[in-house]
């Protein structure tokens, strides 16, 4: 599957931004989602990841309360609703889908995906 992540950008401190993962297949609804982020010159680590059906969710600490994952099948797109950023929000975000047979209690973990977008910066000024 293909994926292309998009909607970042430049937001002031306590702003919200939706960032979006296309999927080039129609199989998307067979595939869990992760965000992953990358901040310059740290690791690349997890953000949020939605199941299947988008009845699942489940979120890094720092981002529970303010991030909201969700996503229409119908569409073939997860989005990534970030509110109340912060400047350590500030990275380069990555969409990325594990094997279709991969199972939920590893959705956190960076080895467990195989297909990555591109990835779309934000950037939050203080």
């Known amino acids: 599957v293909q994926l292309q992540a998009s909607g970042g950008g430049l937001v002031q401190v306590g702003g919200s931004l939706r960032l979006s993962c296309a999927a080039s297949?129609?199989?998307?609804?067979?595939?869990?989602v992760g965000w992953f982020r990358q901040a310059p010159g740290k690791e690349r680590k997890f953000v949020a990841a939605i199941s299947r059906s988008g009845s699942i969710t489940y979120y890094a600490d720092s981002v529970k309360g303010r991030f909201t994952i969700s996503r229409d099948n119908a569409r073939n797109t997860v989005y990534l609703q970030m509110n109340s950023l912060k400047p350590e929000d500030t990275a380069v975000y990555y969409c990325?889908?594990?094997?279709?047979?991969?199972?939920?209690?590893?959705?956190?973990?960076?080895?467990?995906?195989?297909?990555w977008g591109q990835g779309t910066e934000v950037t939050v000024s203080s």
């Open positions: 297949e129609r199989t998307f609804s067979s595939y869990s």
């Open positions: 990325a889908a594990p094997p279709q047979t991969s199972g939920w209690g590893t959705v956190a973990q960076l080895y467990e995906y195989e297909y």
